[in-house]
Structure formats: structure tokens, C-alpha cells
């Protein structure tokens, strides 16, 4: 290799390396420049705006459980491309794109551990995974994280963020609908608490589905909720729709959440409402 060579190898690596993506995260919101260590340590949330970024399933179990220390339950085995459907690429190849990319089976992970001392099993869609979408394996996922909670007689707290249902499954991504309301039933039955926190964004399917059927309905600030988008409602009625009407403060408002909460205070107030619901789960 030539030294002209050797300092290119050099300057590519160290660009790599040193790169402002790699070091600087721009806040969509206000356009503040933030070291990327400093908003991961502040759970990807913007010192200067409060800006709520979207966090994966490692981050936030880290954050709620006690200690970070919790069991990830086995993802349940689906058939994938039931329909072998294709677009501009076969969904089978999107959906090992997917799991390259996140390092996740599907979109919806669920795990057990305790929050403040209380027990609990906590399912957390992952939007980096085809933007959360809903489908046979989302819909398996959520009945196995009702299961687990039955069968360990605590809450389920699910964290909620998609596009909607998955269109490469086309009526069965929509029979996850029912699927899950029902499950959401059983837990009932069994006299446990079903806790929904919503995140950016949460739409289509999911909203209209296991999303708005909490016994406490939460939501994180600025977060995206509704089932059609703006632009669709607005040519549907022909009537411009207020500013921020889908967003979760403006929910609040109206009656459709019962709390906006602080990323940082969302262990504590679930673990409060778990201590209110489930009292014999509280630590000795």
C-alpha cells in the first residue's frame, strides 16, 4: 500500500468515526445541537425544548424497570408473509431489513421485571421497526404479554407507537384488532390493570384498537395521536381542523387522555398507579 493510500485508509477512518452525525444530534423541534452522549443520558429527550425523541425497547425497559434488570419474554412464532406480498420489494426482505437494522424479531417487545418494587410486564413497540406497524406478530406479542401478566397476577403496561396496521398482511393485520381487545378482556377478568402510554406517533389500527383501551390512559407531550391523518380528515369533513388537534396536550384537553407525563416522572406515576390498583404487589 502506497502512503497515498495509507492516508486516505486514515482520514476515512477517522471521518467515520468523528463524524458530526456521529457526535451532534439536531433537535427537531428547536434545531438545538446536542452531543449525542448528552441526549442518550437524558433519555432522547431535548434539554433546551423538552422535544421528546422516539426510544427503542432497550432504552426504555432501562429506564422504568428497577436497576434496568428485567426478563425479555420469547417472541412468539408467526407465519410471516402469509399473503407473499410484494410492492417495490417483497415484504420478506423487509422484513430482514427490519430485523438487521433494529437487531428486534418484530415491532412490539415485551419484558417483566418490577417498577419501584412492583411487579409488572411491560410490552414496548418499536417504530424504528417498520414504523411499529401491527401485525400477526405484533398481535402474538401483545397476547403473550397479557398471558404473562395473568399468569404472574400483575399489570400490563403497554408503550405504544405506530403507523397503524401492517398493509403487507392486508385483513390480518386488522384481525389483530379484535384479537387484542379481547385479550385486554381476560386481563380484566382477572382483576388487573391494563396502563397505556402513549408515545409519538400512535395511529391507525393501534389507536383504534388496544391503544385507547386503558384503564389509565397516558400519554408522553407532543406526542401524535389519532387514526386518520389531518390532511385525510380535513378532506373528508372540508373543514380546516385546529392547529395541534392530534397532538396529546390537545387530547388532554378534550377528555381523551387522563395524563401527559414528563418522560423522566413516567416511572414514578406508573408506579404509583400500580400501587393504587395492585397493592398486594408492593415490596415488602
Given at each position: 500500500?502506497?502512503?497515498?493510500?495509507?492516508?486516505?485508509?486514515?482520514?476515512?477512518?477517522?471521518?467515520?468515526?468523528?463524524?458530526?452525525?456521529?457526535?451532534?444530534?439536531?433537535?427537531?423541534?428547536?434545531?438545538?445541537?446536542?452531543?449525542?452522549?448528552?441526549?442518550?443520558?437524558?433519555?432522547?429527550?431535548?434539554?433546551?425544548?423538552?422535544?421528546?425523541?422516539?426510544?427503542?425497547?432497550?432504552?426504555?425497559?432501562?429506564?422504568?424497570?428497577?436497576?434496568?434488570?428485567?426478563?425479555?419474554?420469547?417472541?412468539?412464532?408467526?407465519?410471516?408473509?402469509?399473503?407473499?406480498?410484494?410492492?417495490?420489494?417483497?415484504?420478506?426482505?423487509?422484513?430482514?431489513?427490519?430485523?438487521?437494522?433494529?437487531?428486534?424479531?418484530?415491532?412490539?417487545?415485551?419484558?417483566?421485571?418490577?417498577?419501584?418494587?412492583?411487579?409488572?410486564?411491560?410490552?414496548v413497540q418499536d417504530f424504528a421497526f417498520m414504523g411499529?406497524?401491527?401485525?400477526?406478530?405484533?398481535?402474538?406479542?401483545?397476547?403473550?404479554?397479557?398471558?404473562?401478566?395473568?399468569?404472574?397476577?400483575?399489570?400490563?403496561?403497554?408503550?405504544?407507537?405506530?403507523?397503524?396496521?401492517?398493509?403487507?398482511?392486508?385483513?390480518?393485520?386488522?384481525?389483530?384488532?379484535?384479537?387484542?381487545?379481547?385479550?385486554?378482556?381476560?386481563?380484566?377478568?382477572?382483576?388487573?390493570?391494563?396502563?397505556?402510554?402513549?408515545?409519538?406517533?400512535?395511529?391507525?389500527?393501534?389507536?383504534?384498537?388496544?391503544?385507547?383501551?386503558?384503564?389509565?390512559?397516558?400519554?408522553?407531550?407532543?406526542?401524535?395521536?389519532?387514526?386518520?391523518?389531518?390532511?385525510?380528515?380535513?378532506?373528508?369533513?372540508?373543514?380546516?381542523?385546529?392547529?395541534?388537534?392530534?397532538?396529546?396536550?390537545?387530547?388532554?384537553?378534550?377528555?381523551?387522555?387522563?395524563?401527559?407525563?414528563?418522560?423522566?416522572h413516567l416511572r414514578a406515576e406508573i408506579a404509583r398507579?400500580?400501587?393504587?390498583?395492585?397493592?398486594?404487589?408492593?415490596a415488602a
Open positions: 500500500m502506497s502512503w497515498l493510500s495509507r492516508v486516505r485508509t486514515t482520514i476515512a477512518s477517522f471521518t467515520k468515526r468523528e463524524t458530526a452525525e456521529n457526535l451532534w444530534h439536531k433537535c427537531p423541534s428547536c434545531g438545538q445541537m446536542i452531543f449525542v452522549k448528552e441526549y442518550e443520558e437524558n433519555q432522547s429527550v431535548c434539554p433546551k425544548c423538552e422535544h421528546h425523541g422516539r426510544i427503542g425497547p432497550d432504552a426504555r425497559f432501562d429506564a422504568l424497570f428497577d436497576d434496568g434488570m428485567h426478563v425479555r419474554l420469547p417472541a412468539p412464532s408467526v407465519r410471516e408473509d402469509p399473503l407473499k406480498f410484494r410492492d417495490s420489494k417483497r415484504y420478506a426482505d423487509r422484513i430482514k431489513a427490519a430485523r438487521t437494522a433494529t437487531g428486534e424479531s418484530d415491532a412490539l417487545i415485551n419484558a417483566k421485571g418490577t417498577i419501584e418494587g412492583y411487579k409488572a410486564v411491560v410490552g411499529g406497524s401491527m401485525g400477526l406478530a405484533v398481535g402474538a406479542a401483545f397476547v403473550v404479554g397479557v398471558e404473562a401478566a395473568i399468569a404472574d397476577k400483575c399489570p400490563y403496561v403497554i408503550f405504544t407507537a405506530a403507523g397503524g396496521a401492517r398493509m403487507q398482511e392486508g385483513i390480518l393485520s386488522l384481525m389483530q384488532m379484535p384479537k387484542t381487545t379481547v385479550a385486554i378482556s381476560r386481563l380484566r377478568e382477572a382483576g388487573l390493570p391494563y396502563i397505556v402510554v402513549m408515545t409519538d406517533p400512535t395511529t391507525g389500527g393501534v389507536t383504534a384498537s388496544y391503544a385507547m383501551l386503558g384503564d389509565i390512559q397516558i400519554a408522553e407531550p407532543g406526542a401524535l395521536i389519532g387514526f386518520a391523518g389531518q390532511r385525510v380528515i380535513e378532506s373528508t369533513i372540508r373543514e380546516k381542523l385546529p392547529e395541534g388537534f392530534q397532538r396529546a396536550e390537545y387530547l388532554l384537553d378534550h377528555g381523551m387522555l387522563d395524563m401527559v407525563v414528563h418522560r423522566h398507579f400500580i400501587s393504587y390498583l395492585c397493592p398486594q404487589e408492593a
